[in-house]
């Protein structure tokens, strides 16, 4: 019996030590297989990166990091959906960035601007779609400033020079040549322009001085021959303004400086 047991004890053990062999192999072979466990555990965490692709895969790894980045892109849904959501998005202009930006240079394209692109084809000014106001200046001296606001929709352009007329004077008093701007004045809605009349020379020169109390303003095309359109009746002061035989008006201006420096 002891010999017995002492051949069988030899035996046990050396089949013990041959199962641990073999499981040590075994362990030695799954880790170094890049396609057990542990390699597609890799391909798995790799996915919901920002950009959608592994970072610096195997070989053995490359084809399954492509099929999942191409199925999940998280980059313009902020991470939280797949990427078949986020293409139906775009798609759609709904409400994402995309979206937005193509709606308003659409918005831009259709004439979202003002003036002229956003209400159609110039016009002339004149009294119809303007409002003209009257207001005698203390400087320069006996001078009297005309303003003309577009108080239409389209941009309108302002001709030539006013021709006015106060009380009851048969002929409108001349333009001073050297007033004229280099562009014709152009008014978007809401835009004004501008124009002196020199009422009375400063030194008292002038004759057939009188008082006026009612002043017409007539407006000019664009060929400077005759007036168009209706003309505009600005209102004076009370007690009227004194004019005589050297009243003369500037061209129109496009600023006010520009009008009050003649």
Same mark, same amino acid.
């Given at each position: 019996m002891s010999s017995f047991r002492t051949a069988r004890t030899p035996r046990v053990r050396l089949v013990g030590a041959a199962a641990t062999v073999v499981l040590a192999a075994l362990s030695l072979t799954a880790c170094n297989d890049g396609t057990g466990v542990k390699s597609e555990g890799r391909a798995t965490g790799t996915a919901p990166t920002a950009n959608g692709t592994a970072t610096a895969p195997s070989q053995d790894e490359s084809?399954?990091?492509?099929?999942? @980045?191409?199925?999940?892109?998280? %980059?313009? &849904? +902020?991470?939280?959906?797949?990427? #078949?959501?986020? *293409?139906?998005?775009? !798609? $759609?202009?709904?409400? @994402?960035?995309?979206?937005?930006? %193509?709606? &308003? +240079?659409?918005?831009?394209?259709? #004439?979202?601007? *003002?003036?002229?692109? !956003? $209400?159609?084809?110039?016009?002339?000014?004149?009294?119809?779609?303007?409002?003209?106001?009257?207001?005698?200046?203390?400087?320069?001296?006996?001078?009297?400033?005309?303003?003309?606001?577009?108080?239409?929709?389209?941009?309108?352009?302002?001709?030539?020079?006013?021709?006015?007329?106060?009380?009851?004077?048969?002929?409108?008093?001349?333009?001073?040549?050297?007033s004229q701007p280099q562009a014709v004045v152009t008014l978007e809605p809401g835009q004004s322009g501008y124009a002196s009349v020199n009422l009375a020379a400063a030194d008292g020169s002038g004759t057939n001085g009188h008082t006026v109390k009612s002043l017409t303003v007539h407006f000019q095309g664009r060929s400077g021959n005759g007036s168009v359109g209706t003309e505009a009746h600005p209102s004076l002061p009370a007690q009227g303004v004194y004019v005589d035989d050297s009243l003369n008006v500037t061209y129109w201006q496009q600023s006010m400086d520009d009008a009050v420096s003649w």
């Open positions: 084809a399954a990091g492509t099929t999942q @980045g191409s199925g999940t892109d998280t %980059s313009a &849904s +902020g991470g939280n959906g797949p990427a #078949g959501k986020t *293409s139906s998005s775009k !798609a $759609s202009g709904g409400s @994402g960035g995309t979206g937005k930006s %193509s709606g &308003s +240079g659409e918005a831009a394209a259709s #004439g979202g601007s *003002s003036g002229a692109g !956003a $209400s159609g084809k110039p016009v002339t000014c004149e009294g119809s779609v303007t409002r003209t106001t009257a207001a005698p200046l203390t400087r320069p001296v006996n001078h009297m400033l005309l303003t003309v606001t577009n108080t239409g929709s389209r941009t309108c352009f302002l001709y030539g020079y006013p021709a006015v007329r106060f009380g009851e004077a048969q002929a409108v008093p001349p333009v001073i040549e050297d």
